[in-house]
């Protein structure tokens, strides 16, 4: 069978299929961040957006899934459960409140699911590239994950700006 009607015609599958169990353990500890997020600003002007973004990552998250399996790709589930239980540990880290959560948690939050998403996208992309050569890859797909991640990342940038100013004072628009 020629390259170009082999659909499985992908270099390296077996790089591949890490690649992509590394990126469903990313989302399902962004997803886990999500859900904290959502807990700590439930009543704020960030909620819609955030469970927005829970229900995108979501999406995104069995694409991923259901991609594999189209692969014939297993699941590694120990990546799963360090991921969840990274994300839980996360919730320990020093921010200058010890009895009481800090204004720096929303922050830090904000500023590492703004990078995770760029992480994300940046793995949307290989795909697309891998799609080239493996048809079983939905092109159309990739490309609008690809531009739901940018859509994303310009809101948490936007927000995360927001809330710096909001803990250490400035206005969030003199950063663009």
Not at 35 to 49: L, Q, T
Not at 99 to 114: G, Y
Not at 115 to 120: Q, Y
Request: glycine letters at 6%; aromatic letters at 6%; one cysteine or more.
């Amino acid at each position: 069978m020629s390259e170009s009607t082999n659909p499985s015609s992908v270099h390296n599958p077996e790089l591949l299929a890490i690649y992509c169990n590394d990126h469903l353990a990313a989302a399902r500890g962004g997803i886990e961040l999500l859900k904290r997020m959502i807990a700590e600003h439930r009543d704020g002007p960030y909620a819609p957006d955030l469970e927005r973004l829970l229900g995108e990552l979501k999406e995104e998250r069995r694409f991923l899934s259901s991609t594999m399996a189209t692969l014939g790709f297993p699941i590694r589930q120990y990546k799963q459960v360090a991921l969840w239980v990274g994300e839980k540990l996360s919730r320990l880290k020093l921010n200058g409140g010890l009895l009481h959560r800090s204004p720096l948690s929303s922050l830090v939050e904000f500023e590492f699911l703004a990078s995770a998403v760029r992480a994300k996208r940046s793995g949307f992309e290989t795909l697309r590239v891998a799609a080239e050569t493996d048809h079983r890859l939905d092109k159309e797909e990739l490309d609008r994950f690809i531009d739901q991640a940018e859509r994303q990342h310009e809101w948490l940038t936007h927000t995360r700006r927001e809330v710096a100013a909001s803990v250490f004072g400035g206005r969030p628009e003199v950063a663009e």
